[in-house]
């Protein structure tokens, strides 16, 4: 059911690989047939079924970015984690390359926990996710559709609805903008098919103009640098492609989240130029939700959007492990 992926084998994060944990390469399926590649950590010296998390994200990032450092650390404190690559993207199945997809793009987070449902060492029971920028909108939406789930943290996060929809800051909130966009990317449909390829829409700037603002600095630094670029990362190079999130824009990821019973955790950088993603999806998650005991903003004082991808001394990797003991129980 499953297609041979070739996986690196030899370390390539952009992290060092730590000590306390067993870190091995494996693959699992979601229901659309596409194989998705991922990096499993497990404590060292663990015994009897464990709680298990599945990370994925940044949107447009790979597994070993944020995701696996999220997904390593959380193994240090005593949970089995697995940090995926999406469908169409990484190591994963799926063609063509470089697309995304709401539904997708959801079921990947579902089809992870398939597969931490049944493994031996898992207690089905007891799994978590945690989404990443993009990845957190989607986790989001995950939480209110997956019963499974019994803990999720959303982590700096976008809602890539709005934003395809909307543009940065609302900027685009209008009729005219959205139409505007999706008559330019119609007509790059009609472009790339003629062409028989997807013309691709281009990573994160570089070089880095004098005149960029603050959060494309933030992103530059993080995936154009030696502190987070990694060759099979779209946003360190050529990026999704033009049409790649055309669907995004009529989706509204979350519109069921005041629906969740289990226990959600939005984190984010209160100086970070996304807060007013996880300060709004919060705000809307609470709104008439039956279960608002277990819920929680938490914005961490002077971060930035990429701080919470990779800054360890910011990242409230102990307030993560809490959490998940409170509520993977």
Excluded at 91 to 120: H, K, W
Excluded at 221 to 227: D, Q
Excluded at 305 to 329: A, M, Q, R, S
Aim: charged content about 25%.
């Amino acid at each position: 059911m499953e297609e041979k992926l070739n996986l690196v084998q030899e370390w390539d994060k952009v992290f060092p690989k730590s000590e306390k944990v067993n870190h091995s390469k494996v693959t699992f399926h979601n229901r659309y047939g596409i194989t998705l590649a991922a990096d499993m950590y497990t404590p060292k010296n663990a015994e009897g079924k464990l709680p298990a998390i599945a990370v994925c994200g940044p949107f447009g990032a790979v597994k070993e970015q944020a995701s696996g450092l999220y997904a390593q650390t959380m193994a240090e404190k005593g949970f089995l984690t697995i940090a995926f690559d999406p469908s169409y993207t990484g190591e994963s199945g799926g063609e063509p390359r470089y697309m995304a997809s709401p539904d997708i793009n959801t079921e990947d987070f579902m089809a992870a926990v398939d597969f931490l449902s049944v493994q031996d060492n898992v207690d089905p029971e007891k799994i978590g996710i945690i989404g990443i920028c993009g990845w957190g909108g989607m986790a989001l939406n995950t939480a209110a559709l997956d019963t499974r789930i019994k803990a999720t943290v959303v982590s700096t996060m976008y809602d890539m609805s709005r934003v395809n929809a909307n543009g940065y800051f609302d900027s685009e909130n209008s009729e005219e903008a959205r139409y505007a966009k999706r008559k330019m990317m119609n007509a790059q449909r009609i472009e790339d098919y003629k062409n028989g390829t997807y013309a691709l829409g281009g990573g994160v700037v570089d070089p880095l103009p004098e005149d960029a603002p603050f959060f494309v600095r933030d992103y530059h630094a993080y995936y154009k640098t030696e502190r987070g670029y990694h060759p099979r990362s779209l946003n360190s190079n050529g990026g999704w492609n033009v049409i790649g999130c055309q669907s995004f824009m009529n989706m509204p990821l979350l519109q069921y989240s005041n629906e969740i019973h289990s226990a959600v955790m939005i984190l984010h950088g209160d100086k970070a130029h996304s807060c007013y993603f996880g300060k709004d999806a919060y705000a809307a998650m609470i709104d008439g939700n039956k279960y608002p005991d277990n819920k929680e903003l938490l914005l961490i004082p002077g971060a930035s959007h990429t701080d919470l991808y990779d800054n360890v001394d910011v990242i409230p990797f102990e307030k993560l492990k809490e959490f998940f003991v409170k509520y993977l129980k």
